[in-house]
């Protein structure tokens, strides 16, 4: 069995290449052609997504309509978890912010465990024993912050990342 994973975040797109349970590859797609490319040449015959972008964006249903076997969407309301969602509500949660909180109580199995995530957004999310997401805090990204801080001020230069960063 041949899979993709997608994790679509506000800036990029976080993929993963399976074979069986082997991550063959892995990286960050730019642009949807990216992920189409890596599609073409991997040829998956399955497709677990999780995406946080806006709802008008349908590429990712374009490019599962390639895949001929399942195309399951992880969905923070509905996904059956191997953890407890302790979140008050549950459908309006990021699913990156969940998929996270699975994929912590896998590594530390039975312990408490704060996840930072810095991408668009910078969240900080607890997983209480290794069973329970309890949620956290969302404060904006650095990106957005240096946006913010020359938007908002009279003198403050619009800072880019150095390519390293
Ligand atoms: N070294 C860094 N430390 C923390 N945040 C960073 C760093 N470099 C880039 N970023 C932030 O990460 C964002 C891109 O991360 P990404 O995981 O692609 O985001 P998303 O999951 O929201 O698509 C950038 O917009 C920027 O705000
Ligand atoms: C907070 C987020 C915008 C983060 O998005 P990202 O930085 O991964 O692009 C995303 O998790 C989201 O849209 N959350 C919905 C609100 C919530 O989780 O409570």
Not at 53 to 63: E, F, I, Q, V
């Amino acid at each position: 069995m041949r899979t993709l994973t997608l994790d679509i975040g506000n800036t990029t797109v976080k993929y993963g290449c399976f074979e069986d349970d082997v991550l063959r590859e892995t990286a960050i797609a730019q642009t949807k052609e990216q992920v189409g490319e890596v599609v073409q040449r991997w040829k998956p015959t399955h497709v677990i997504l999780a995406s946080v972008a806006g709802p008008t964006d349908t590429w990712a249903a374009d490019l599962c309509a390639q895949v001929p076997g399942r195309i399951v969407e992880f969905k923070p309301a509905s996904t059956p978890l191997p953890i407890r969602n302790g979140y008050a509500t549950p459908q309006t949660l990021g699913a990156d912010r969940l998929a996270a909180a699975v994929g912590a109580a896998w590594l530390r199995p039975g312990r408490d465990t704060l996840i930072i995530d810095a991408g668009t957004a910078i969240k900080c999310d607890w997983v209480e024993g290794g069973h329970t997401f309890r949620g956290g805090s969302i404060a904006p990204g650095l990106r957005l912050r240096f946006q913010a801080l020359h938007t908002f001020t009279g003198r403050l230069p619009l800072l880019e990342m150095p390519p390293t960063c």
